[in-house]
């Protein structure tokens, strides 16, 4: 079984639609981090998380929210979804005793906006 | 501020040859470096990081890169190309100390020609 999984894999849904996009893990971090992938942009960051109680903004959060229910589990939500939220999203952890940097990704939750 | 700059969106090599990704990054102090291979439907997984101590750092399936302060460079490369490695890379960049952002770069696609 995958360390950092996330639920669904694929979603087609249409503009306006409520979208939320789940993220669990097992590697014991405490920090988690929600990425939007777009060809020839990158990974850009949307949300981060220290742990249960902290919360932050990246990059590029407009439009976006999320929920730390445990420490293992990561929500990002669309509360509205719109076609530019068309992308790749992808979840990661990292290790605050190593602190690093090295991020540890999930398969990915492709959505799609119609 | 800190920046990655990948040199070509898409490389091509014959099977055997070498592959050579170029990276560039910006940091006004030392930074964490790192490359990620995302293959096709998978997330990111790290190929090697630089942190601390030596410039030339060997990651997995052969590949390796190194830490040029006065060029700010982190080139990957791999002496001979296989098949498998038809991938996207990511160069990333951190700052060191306490907790700091990680940058991505904007891509490769790596094509390996039989």
């Known amino acids: 079984d995958a360390d950092v999984t996330q639920t669904p894999r694929n979603r087609i849904t249409k503009t306006g639609k409520r979208i939320m996009l789940e993220c669990s893990q097992t590697k014991g971090h405490d920090r988690m981090y929600w990425y939007r992938q777009d060809p020839g942009l990158g990974l850009r960051l949307i949300y981060y998380s220290f742990d249960v109680k902290d919360i932050n903004k990246g990059e590029i959060s407009d439009g976006y929210s999320v929920s730390r229910q445990a420490q293992a589990k990561f929500s990002l939500s669309l509360e509205s979804a719109i076609p530019n939220q068309t992308a790749l999203y992808f979840c990661a952890t990292s290790d605050q005793t190593q602190n690093t940097g090295e991020l540890f990704f999930g398969e990915g939750s492709r959505l799609t906006v119609l | 501020a800190q920046s990655v700059t990948q040199l070509g969106s898409h490389v091509s090599v014959s099977e055997g040859a070498l592959v050579l990704l170029r990276c560039n990054y910006s940091s006004s102090v030392p930074p964490y470096l790192f490359w990620y291979v995302q293959y096709p439907n998978q997330g990111l997984q790290l190929l090697l990081k630089y942190t601390t101590g030596a410039t030339l750092v060997k990651g997995i399936n052969g590949f390796e890169a190194e830490f040029k302060k006065s060029e700010t460079s982190f080139h990957l490369t791999k002496p001979s190309a296989h098949m498998s490695d038809a991938a996207e890379y990511f160069c990333?960049?951190?700052?060191?100390?306490?907790?700091?952002?990680?940058?991505f770069g904007t891509g490769t696609k790596l094509q390996v020609i039989p």
């Open positions: 990333a960049v951190r700052r060191s100390g306490g907790y700091q952002k990680v940058t």
